[in-house]
C-alpha cells in the first residue's frame, strides 16, 4: 500500500509518498508561498531517481496546492502512480492533539472537531494542518486519512513531569501543562536506538537528543516517553535556533516595562529572535555559519555553540538522574545528524557516565552510527530521523 504523508503549514505543504510494505520512498516535495505571490512546486519521483522539477504555479489556497501535488504524482512521465487510487491512505502530520490524543487517530468528523478545539495551544499550526485535511478530503473523498500528533508519544509522561508549579486552575481551565513536540521523531529514534543498542525497546533507557532549527530532548524508559524538554509550546527547553528556550519567566515582564512592549511582543522576540541567532549577536542561526565563527575566532559564535551544548548536557544530566541511569543516547535532526562538532562538544560533558568518545566514528556521516568507543559505559549514536517514515508506519497500522 503506497500512503501519501502531508505535513501542512500555513502557506506551506510538504508531501511523500512511502511504500508501506517496502519503506521505500517513492517521491517527495514541497508547495511554497500558498495563497502568495511566487507560489512554486518543487517535485522529486525518488523511484526513478528523475531529478529535482521546479515549477512556479498560481496557488490561490491549499486545495490548488493539494491538486498539483497528486497531478505531480500521476503525470505520465515523471510520476510515480498510475492514478489516485495507488493511494491507499492519508497520513497528516497534525501539531498538537492536547490530552484527548495519547495516539494516531483514522479522521472522522469527531476528531475534526477534537483538533479544532485543542487548537488554541497550537494556533498557528493546528489550522493549518486541518486545511491539509480538507484539500485532501475534498479530493480524494473515498481515501481514509490518519492523524499523527507530535504530541501523542510523549503524553505517557507522569504528572510530576507534565504539571507545572502554578494555581491548579490554569490546568482545570486551560489545560495548561507540558505537552512536548516532536514525538514521531523521539518516538522512532528511541526505537531505532534501541535496536542498534541491541536491547529490548521495553527494557532500555533512552535520552533522544533532536537538535535541528527546533530542538528537545526526551527522556524514554522501557518504551515511553517519561519527560520532554518541551512544554506547553515548542519555546521550553534547549537553546534553539531563533528560540531561547528556558529562562527566567519575571524577564518577559522586565523587558516588557524597559522597551515599552506587550508580554506578546515579548514571547514573540522569544520565538523568533533568539536562540544561538541572538547569542552569536544576531551573526546565524545555521548552525554551519556558526562553526565556521568558531572555528575561525568569532567570540558569539563560541558562545553561541558553547552555550547550546552546555544545556544539551545539562538536560541529559538532568534525564540520567530522572530514569536512575542512561543506557543509549541518540544524536538526531540536522545537527545532531550532521555536526561531528557540537556532538563532540556536548560528549566532553560526560565523562562522569563513562562515555567516550570514538572521534574518527564521530567524523563519519551515515543514517546510523554509533560516536561512543565500544567499551563506552552508555553507547552513544547519530541516527537520522525520519518523521515521514514514522507518519506513514503509523497510519499503515490504522488502515491496513
Ligand atoms: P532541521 O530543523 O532538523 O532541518 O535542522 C536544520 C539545522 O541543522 C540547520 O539550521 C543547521 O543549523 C543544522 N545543520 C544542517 N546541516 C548541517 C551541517 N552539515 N553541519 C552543521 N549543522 C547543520
Known amino acids: 500500500m503506497n500512503?501519501?504523508?502531508i505535513n501542512c503549514g500555513s502557506s506551506s505543504l510538504k508531501f511523500q509518498v512511502i511504500n508501506a510494505e517496502s519503506e521505500k520512498l517513492l517521491a517527495k516535495g514541497l508547495c511554497e508561498r500558498i495563497g502568495m505571490d511566487g507560489s512554486c512546486i518543487t517535485y522529486e519521483n525518488k523511484a526513478d531517481d528523475t531529478g529535482k522539477e521546479f515549477k512556479e504555479v498560481p496557488m490561490p489556497d491549499h486545495n490548488k496546492a493539494v491538486s498539483l501535488v497528486l497531478s505531480a504524482l500521476t503525470n505520465e512521465k515523471t510520476g510515480v502512480l498510475k492514478s489516485l487510487s495507488e493511494i491507499g491512505a492519508v497520513g497528516h502530520r497534525i501539531v498538537h492533539g492536547g490530552e484527548k490524543f495519547t495516539t494516531s487517530v483514522i479522521i472522522n468528523d469527531e476528531v475534526v472537531e477534537a483538533i479544532k478545539e485543542v487548537s488554541d495551544l497550537?494556533?498557528?499550526?493546528?489550522?493549518?494542518n486541518l486545511i491539509g485535511v480538507d484539500a485532501c478530503k475534498a479530493l480524494m473523498p473515498g481515501t481514509p486519512m490518519v492523524a499523527v500528533f507530535d504530541t501523542a508519544f510523549h503524553q505517557t509522561?507522569?504528572?510530576k513531569a507534565y504539571m507545572y508549579a502554578l494555581p491548579l486552575d490554569y490546568y482545570r481551565?486551560?489545560?495548561v501543562r507540558r505537552y512536548g513536540f516532536h514525538g514521531t521523531s523521539h518516538s522512532f529514534v528511541s526505537k531505532e536506538a534501541a535496536k542498534v543498542a541491541g536491547k529490548a525497546y521495553d527494557d532500555?533507557?533512552?535520552?533522544?537528543?533532536h537538535l535541528g532549527n527546533g530542538a528537545s530532548v526526551s527522556a524514554v524508559m522501557n518504551g515511553k516517553c517519561v519527560d520532554t524538554s518541551m512544554g506547553l509550546t515548542?519555546?521550553?527547553?534547549l537553546i534553539m535556533?531563533?528560540?531561547?528556550g528556558d529562562l527566567d519567566p519575571a524577564i518577559i515582564d522586565f523587558i516588557a516595562g524597559k522597551e515599552n512592549l506587550t508580554a506578546a511582543d515579548v514571547v514573540s522576540i522569544l520565538n523568533k529572535k533568539s536562540g544561538v541567532f541572538a547569542l552569536s549577536d544576531g551573526l546565524s542561526s545555521d548552525f554551519r555559519d556558526l562553526e565556521e565563527g568558531y572555528l575561525s575566532g568569532n567570540k558569539y559564535a563560541k558562545l553561541a555553540v558553547d552555550a547550546f551544548c552546555y544545556r544539551v548536557a545539562k538536560y541529559i544530566g538532568s534525564y540520567t538522574a530522572s530514569m536512575n541511569g542512561v543506557d543509549v543516547i541518540a544524536f538526531t535532526a540536522g545537527i545532531g545528524e550532521n555536526s561531528s562538532f557540537v556532538r563532540a562538544k556536548i560528549v566532553e560533558y560526560l565523562g562522569y557516565l563513562g562515555v567516550?568518545?570514538?572521534e574518527e566514528e564521530n567524523k563519519k556521516r551515515a543514517d546510523v552510527h554509533r560516536i561512543a568507543t565500544a567499551d563506552s559505559k552508555v553507547q552513544v549514536y547519530s541516527i537520522a530521523t525520519n518523521e515521514e517514515l514514522a507518519i506513514a508506519r503509523e497510519t499503515y497500522a490504522l488502515v491496513k
Not at 204 to 209: L, R, S
Open 234 to 237: 515548542p519555546l521550553e527547553g
Open 173 to 175: 481551565k486551560y489545560k
Open 122 to 128: 497550537a494556533p498557528l499550526h493546528n489550522p493549518a
Open 3 to 5: 500512503i501519501l504523508v
Open 204 to 209: 532500555c533507557k533512552t535520552i533522544v537528543c
Open 157 to 159: 509522561m507522569p504528572e
Open 241 to 244: 535556533g531563533t528560540r531561547s
Open 356 to 358: 567516550t568518545l570514538d
